[in-house]
């Protein structure tokens, strides 16, 4: 993995109960918080400073057509929103995927480092399944007793999507702490 270890350490104590609920609140309310999304993102930005601290980090050759700019890898990193963000409004416009999402997923592009691009679609592919098989299960269940009233169990083929992103983001921030760089 190309994410520092030490990075994703000093992120995930932060993230994770970020990451609890959105899952959370998108199961309940088919919605993810913009609160939820500032707080990922000023997460990045404080503790990244930490982190990755800019000052004191190597600096990144990059291309913009023919525009060639070095800057430190947190601000490469932070970049990584302004991208995400677009494409997730083409998609949204699209009706690909929910703005909430898109919000999301762009909140969550800074902290994962473009090497780790491959790992983190296939982590993504796989709690996007493992999500989509427990949330069914448990619609079809005794174990919506525990929360009869989420939106999420009478919306037909709509799906928390909040649930896979933010347990891919998680996953990745834990594998990162265990085998990143």
Same mark, same amino acid.
């Given at each position: 993995?190309?994410? %520092?270890?030490?990075?994703? +350490?000093?992120?995930?104590?932060? !993230?994770?109960? *970020?990451?609890?609920?959105?899952?959370?609140?998108?199961?309940?309310?088919?919605?993810? &918080?913009?609160?939820?999304?500032? =707080?990922?993102?000023?997460?990045?930005?404080? !503790?990244?400073?930490?982190? *990755?601290? %800019?000052?004191?980090?190597?600096?990144?050759?990059?291309?913009?057509? %023919?525009?060639?700019?070095?800057?430190?890898?947190?601000?490469?990193?932070? /970049?990584?929103?302004?991208?995400?963000?677009?494409?997730?409004?083409?998609?949204?416009?699209?009706?690909?995927?929910?703005?909430?999402?898109? &919000?999301?997923?762009?909140?969550? +592009? %800074? /902290? !994962?480092?473009?090497?780790?691009?491959?790992?983190? /679609?296939?982590?993504?592919?796989?709690?996007?399944?493992?999500? !989509?098989?427990?949330?069914?299960?448990? &619609?079809?269940?005794?174990?919506?007793?525990? +929360?009869?009233?989420?939106? @999420?169990?009478?919306?037909? &083929?709509? /799906?928390?999507?909040?649930?896979?992103?933010?347990?891919?983001? =998680?996953?990745?921030?834990?594998?990162?702490?265990?085998?990143? @760089?």
């Amino acid at each position: 993995m190309v994410i %520092p270890a030490a990075a994703a +350490a000093w992120f995930l104590p932060f !993230v994770l109960p *970020i990451c609890l609920y959105v899952a959370f609140t998108d199961m309940r309310e088919m919605r993810i &918080k913009n609160h939820a999304v500032v =707080a990922l993102t000023c997460v990045f930005a404080v !503790v990244g400073l930490f982190a *990755i601290p %800019p000052w004191s980090g190597v600096w990144v050759s990059g291309n913009f057509g %023919p525009l060639s700019l070095a800057l430190p890898v947190y601000f490469w990193q932070l /970049f990584h929103i302004v991208v995400v963000l677009i494409l997730g409004v083409l998609l949204n416009a699209a009706g690909v995927m929910g703005a909430g999402d898109a &919000k999301f997923c762009a909140a969550a +592009a %800074p /902290f !994962v480092w473009i090497g780790d691009l491959m790992l983190v /679609f296939a982590i993504l592919m796989s709690t996007t399944l493992a999500a !989509v098989m427990t949330h069914r299960l448990a &619609k079809h269940t005794r174990l919506r007793q525990i +929360a009869p009233t989420w939106e @999420s169990w009478d919306r037909g &083929k709509q /799906f928390p999507m909040g649930l896979a992103l933010a347990g891919s983001l =998680a996953i990745y921030l834990i594998l990162g702490m265990f085998n990143g @760089s």
